[in-house]
C-alpha cells in the first residue's frame, strides 16, 4: 500500500474538522522529508485539503518507525493554536508499546534527561545529565511471557525519548534496532494509540485513537488474548 496516495491518505483520518485533522500515520515513512530526500507522509497532503486553498501543515512529529495519531493544522491560525497547546503540555498523548520482559511496577516515572549521542548519529540520544528535562509516565496495561504491553504518557516531547526511557528502564521497545535488540529488518512496536486536543472552549476535547497498526497486531492481540485490534 503506497501511505502517500490520495485514497490512502483520506481513508487514514481519523478526525476532521474546519482546523484539524488527525491521521493514522503508517510506521516506516518519515512524515516530512529530510536532508537526504526520500518518500515523505506530507506530499501527499494536497490530497487533504477539503476545499481549502491551502495544504494542512504538521503540528507536531512523529519517527519514521511510529505509527498512530498525527495532527495537522488546515490553517495558519490553527497551527499557531496547536503549536501553543503542544508547547504549554496541553496535549494529552497516549503511547502503546510491546516491550521486552517488564517492569517490576504495576506503574511509575521515568525522569532522565536526554542529549544528542554524537554529531555523527543525527537525531540518535543517549541518557545525559547535562541534557535537556525528559520525563515519561508509564503503566503496564498486561505482562505475557517475557513481553508486556505499556501505555506510555510523555510529559516532554524530546526526541526517541519513548524508546530510550524504555531501554534505559530495563525494557526495551519490541523491534527498535538502535536503543533495543532488534535487527535492521525489524518493526519498532510504538504506537501513538490516543490524543486528546483541547481546542475548543466550552467543549470537551478532541479525542482521536488509533488503530492497532498490521506489524504489531500479532504481539498485542496475544497479550490482550485476541482484542489488539480492537
Known amino acids: 500500500m503506497n501511505a502517500t496516495t490520495p485514497?490512502?491518505?483520506?481513508?487514514?483520518?481519523?478526525?476532521?474538522?474546519?482546523?484539524?485533522?488527525?491521521l493514522d500515520k503508517p510506521a516506516g515513512i518519515a512524515v516530512h522529508r529530510g536532508p537526504k530526500g526520500g518518500a515523505s507522509l506530507e506530499a501527499g497532503f494536497s490530497a487533504l485539503r477539503f476545499g481549502l486553498p491551502r495544504d494542512p501543515a504538521l503540528a507536531h512529529r512523529l519517527d519514521r518507525d511510529?505509527?498512530?495519531?498525527?495532527?495537522?493544522?488546515r490553517h495558519h491560525k490553527a497551527?499557531?493554536?496547536?503549536?501553543l497547546l503542544f508547547k504549554q503540555g496541553k496535549i494529552g498523548k497516549t503511547y502503546w508499546a510491546v516491550v521486552e520482559g517488564a517492569p517490576q511496577a504495576d506503574e511509575g516515572i521515568v525522569d532522565l534527561p536526554l542529549g544528542r549521542l554524537d554529531a555523527t548519529r543525527g537525531w540518535w540520544m543517549k541518557v545525559d545529565p547535562q541534557g535537556l528535562p525528559a520525563e515519561t509516565h508509564w503503566r503496564v496495561l498486561v505482562r505475557g511471557d517475557g513481553r508486556?504491553?505499556?501505555?506510555?504518557?510523555?510529559?516532554?516531547?524530546?526526541?526517541?525519548?519513548?524508546?530510550?526511557?524504555?531501554?534505559?528502564?530495563?525494557?526495551?521497545?519490541?523491534?527498535?534496532?538502535?536503543?533495543?535488540?532488534?535487527?535492521?529488518?525489524?518493526?519498532?512496536?510504538?504506537?501513538?494509540?490516543?490524543?486528546?486536543?483541547?481546542?475548543?472552549k466550552n467543549k470537551p476535547p478532541v479525542e482521536a485513537e488509533a488503530p492497532v497498526p498490521e506489524h504489531m497486531q500479532a504481539e498485542v492481540a496475544a497479550l490482550l488474548g485476541g482484542l489488539g485490534a480492537e
Not at 497551527?79 to 503549536?83: C, D, I, V
Not at 526526541?159 to 528502564?169: G, I, N, P, W, Y
Open 7 to 22: 485514497d490512502d491518505l483520506q481513508a487514514r483520518i481519523l478526525y476532521r474538522d474546519g482546523l484539524i485533522l488527525v
Open 66 to 73: 511510529t505509527a498512530g495519531c498525527l495532527v495537522l493544522g
Open 79 to 83: 497551527l499557531e493554536k496547536l503549536g
Open 148 to 200: 508486556s504491553l505499556l501505555a506510555l504518557t510523555p510529559r516532554t516531547g524530546r526526541t526517541h525519548q519513548l524508546r530510550v526511557h524504555c531501554a534505559a528502564s530495563g525494557f526495551p521497545i519490541l523491534g527498535d534496532p538502535i536503543y533495543g535488540t532488534g535487527d535492521r529488518d525489524a518493526r519498532l512496536h510504538l504506537l501513538a494509540r490516543r490524543i486528546e486536543i483541547p481546542l475548543y
